[in-house]
């Protein structure tokens, strides 16, 4: 599903992120990218998004190199991904109903498909009565749960959530876990970059630790395992 081979990544101010990782996370799983701060697991989202690109090295999604495609083809290529940030990036001037339709308008679904799928969503994610406010009108862990049914609702067969609990209170925060969980337990491919020791030790699932650019644990069943 998702491969890094042999990944390098030197920014042009001389900072190397990445120093030759070597990951494969298979279709269905939950795995948590785990580590101090510029420890790398940013510069691992941003790749898998083709915000940036490697020094050296490949990066397969699907069975699909990635590595170098052409700019028109990285829309395609994002497609199979679905993003949650830690600052909802939802649109603040459309109603929940219409950020979530936006991503479906971005890759031109039908009026039909987009009136069917996104009331699908918002009561997949609790919030079918919300569907006609804005985002101001509502708590951080509703915009999150937008944003959640915003990076779905194309089904894409990976998520990426990108410190989706670092606003939230530990109870919302806790929501939006059991939520992702429920998304990975229907097929959905989720890799999680986050600080939060709690969520990572309870969950119990595959920990990919990374210090100084390098991978230094990676467990079946892992915990956090550092000091907050």
């Given at each position: 599903m998702i491969e890094l081979v042999n990944i390098s990544k030197r920014y042009k101010n001389g900072v190397m992120a990445l120093s030759n990782i070597n990951l494969k996370i298979e279709k269905g799983e939950f795995v948590f990218l785990v580590g101090p701060s510029g420890a790398g697991k940013s510069t691992i989202v941003k790749m898998l998004l083709k915000e940036v690109a490697p020094?050296?090295?490949?990066?397969?999604?699907?069975?699909?190199?990635?590595?170098?495609?052409?700019?028109?083809?990285?829309?395609l290529v994002r497609r199979k991904t679905g993003v949650v940030f830690q600052d909802?990036?939802?649109?603040?001037?459309?109603?929940?109903y219409e950020n979530v339709a936006f991503a479906m308008e971005i890759v031109e679904a039908s009026p039909k498909e987009i009136r069917r799928q996104v009331p699908?969503?918002?009561?997949?994610?609790?919030?079918?009565?919300?569907a006609k406010a804005y985002p101001e009108q509502?708590?951080?862990?509703?915009?999150q749960r937008v944003s959640i049914a915003r990076a779905i609702v194309n089904n894409p067969p990976i998520l990426i959530a990108d410190e989706p609990t670092g606003n939230l209170d530990p109870d919302t925060s806790w929501e939006i876990m059991k939520l992702l969980r429920q998304i990975n337990r229907r097929g959905t491919t989720v890799v999680m970059a986050t600080h939060a020791k709690d969520i990572v030790d309870l969950m119990q699932q595959r920990v990919i630790a990374l210090e100084n650019g390098?991978?230094?644990r990676d467990e079946k069943k892992g915990g956090y395992g550092y000091e907050n």
């Amino acid at each position: 599903m998702i491969e890094l081979v042999n990944i390098s990544k030197r920014y042009k101010n001389g900072v190397m992120a990445l120093s030759n990782i070597n990951l494969k996370i298979e279709k269905g799983e939950f795995v948590f990218l785990v580590g101090p701060s510029g420890a790398g697991k940013s510069t691992i989202v941003k790749m898998l998004l083709k915000e940036v690109a490697p020094t050296q090295g490949r990066i397969i999604i699907d069975n699909e190199d990635i590595t170098y495609i052409h700019r028109r083809k990285v829309p395609l290529v994002r497609r199979k991904t679905g993003v949650v940030f830690q600052d909802f990036r939802l649109l603040p001037n459309k109603t929940v109903y219409e950020n979530v339709a936006f991503a479906m308008e971005i890759v031109e679904a039908s009026p039909k498909e987009i009136r069917r799928q996104v009331p699908m969503m918002l009561s997949m994610v609790g919030l079918s009565k919300k569907a006609k406010a804005y985002p101001e009108q509502l708590s951080g862990g509703e915009q999150q749960r937008v944003s959640i049914a915003r990076a779905i609702v194309n089904n894409p067969p990976i998520l990426i959530a990108d410190e989706p609990t670092g606003n939230l209170d530990p109870d919302t925060s806790w929501e939006i876990m059991k939520l992702l969980r429920q998304i990975n337990r229907r097929g959905t491919t989720v890799v999680m970059a986050t600080h939060a020791k709690d969520i990572v030790d309870l969950m119990q699932q595959r920990v990919i630790a990374l210090e100084n650019g390098l991978v230094v644990r990676d467990e079946k069943k892992g915990g956090y395992g550092y000091e907050n």
